[in-house]
């Protein structure tokens, strides 16, 4: 079970995070978490690889494996340097790599070889069909070895050239509309090695709804990453957002401005997608406006729950504009928002240049309970704020602005 095999004795040699007479016992929570010799790992870049403590014995012997994801339209390639593991050893088959060996597992890990002994010469290259590889290396606990190491790159799929995907756009209404994947019906798969993107702004002083109930795209994440096809999300401060799998999917933004891409490889096709957007005003509190400020005015914002507790979520934006010629200051900002990571979950934006995309070389991102003065001064007469809200632990906003 797992994918494990019959070693020596004609007992289940097992892979990486499983045990048992049969391998049926998953011992951590993820199938690639870090065993506890640390060698298993998720590599998604160009670099070096090699068998950790090779000159060492390890009493308990040693089971890793490397995940290798490469980018979109490129696959693996291993360039050895050195390989020198345990030699094979006779078994019914003929010899077999018993004590010590490696294996790389694609799309179908019961048909993979395995390398032992002096099988790869320094220089050899190992050029993979799919974007992702698993390498397995297996140690008897009762030897040693000098190991290996190769060099990882990504190249060229000549398998995968992308071409436009041909999904479809349409609408319901000024602020609703509908994304599909090429010639969707729910039963007809989209075309492989094929790219889609659009690019969207709503109306200004609205926020986006987005929602797919019927989504089936590529393989499910693994440990939270989309290993094949995915759906990606381009949204606030250059941030993105990747969705794969069929799982129902739903994403929520201050501002409607953001743009959509879809990519496919050859491998995994599926019946795709029909995502709806909705582009509006926070229906419940009013929260996104549109403010126009005189000359010399001084101007008091605050969020709707900066003096009351909101239980529900919340996604605003203001859009404050001056006379043309003159500049907005903000003399005082008061925060109360929730600190968290990278400012992920609840946030406060500020943009003194007027795009709604807030990108992070004009932008700055809040996260904090605190009080500044004189905290920023536009470039433009537009100055946006946007804030968002995912539980009780924030308690909003409150800015005085000028337009000087």
């Not at 390890?58 to 490397?66: E, K, N, P, T, Y």
């Not at 994440?221 to 250059?238: A, F, K, M, R, S």
């Not at 795709?272 to 914002?301: K, R, V």
Request: contains cysteine; charged residues 20%.
């Amino acid at each position: 079970m797992n994918d494990g095999y019959t070693g020596a004795n004609c007992s289940c040699v097992c892979p990486p995070n499983f045990s048992g007479d049969n391998c049926e016992n998953q011992i951590r929570e993820s199938y690639y978490a870090p065993p506890t010799d640390g060698c298993t790992e998720r590599v998604t870049t160009e670099k070096n690889l090699f068998a950790p403590n090779m000159s060492a014995d390890v009493s308990d012997g040693l089971q890793c494996a490397i995940e290798i994801i490469a980018p979109q339209g490129l696959k693996p390639r291993l360039t050895f340097h050195t390989f020198n593991l345990q030699p094979r050893k006779t078994c019914s088959e003929g010899d077999c790599c018993y004590d010590e060996n490696l294996q790389f597992r694609e799309n179908y890990p019961e048909s993979s070889t395995a390398y032992c002994g002096t099988d790869i010469s320094s220089g050899n290259e190992l050029t993979f069909d799919s974007q992702r590889v698993v390498i397995y290396h297996f140690r008897d606990s009762s030897v040693t070895t000098c190991g290996w190491s190769a060099a990882l790159t990504f190249v060229s799929d000549p398998n995968c050239i992308p071409t436009e995907g041909g999904c479809t756009l349409g609408f319901n209404d000024i602020s609703t509309y509908n994304w599909k994947s090429a010639g969707f019906d729910g039963t007809t798969e989209y075309p492989i090695c094929s790219t889609c993107t659009q690019d969207m702004t709503g109306m200004p002083n609205t926020m986006l709804y987005l929602t797919s109930e019927s989504f089936n795209v590529g393989t499910p994440p693994v440990d939270g990453e989309c290993t094949d096809d995915y759906i990606q999300i381009n949204h606030l401060y250059g941030r993105s957002e990747k969705f794969c799998g069929s799982e129902p999917i739903y994403f929520t933004s201050p501002s409607s401005s953001f743009s959509l891409e879809f990519h496919s490889n050859y491998i995994t096709p599926a019946t795709g997608f029909d995502i709806t957007m909705t582009m509006a005003s926070y229906c419940a509190i009013d929260c996104h406006q549109e403010i126009q400020l005189m000359s010399g005015e001084t101007y008091t914002i605050e969020s709707p729950d900066f003096k009351k507790k909101i239980f529900t979520n919340l996604n605003c934006e203001y859009n404050f504009i001056a006379p043309e010629g003159k500049q907005i200051k903000i003399n005082k900002l008061i925060t109360k928002v929730k600190v968290n990571t990278e400012c992920t979950s609840d946030f406060l934006l500020v943009n003194g240049d007027g795009d709604r995309r807030y990108p992070m070389d004009t932008s700055t991102i809040i996260c904090d309970y605190d009080t500044r003065i004189d905290h920023l001064t536009t470039n433009t007469n537009n100055l946006l704020v946007a804030y968002q809200k995912t539980g009780l632990d924030s308690r909003g906003f409150k800015m005085v602005i000028r337009a000087t």
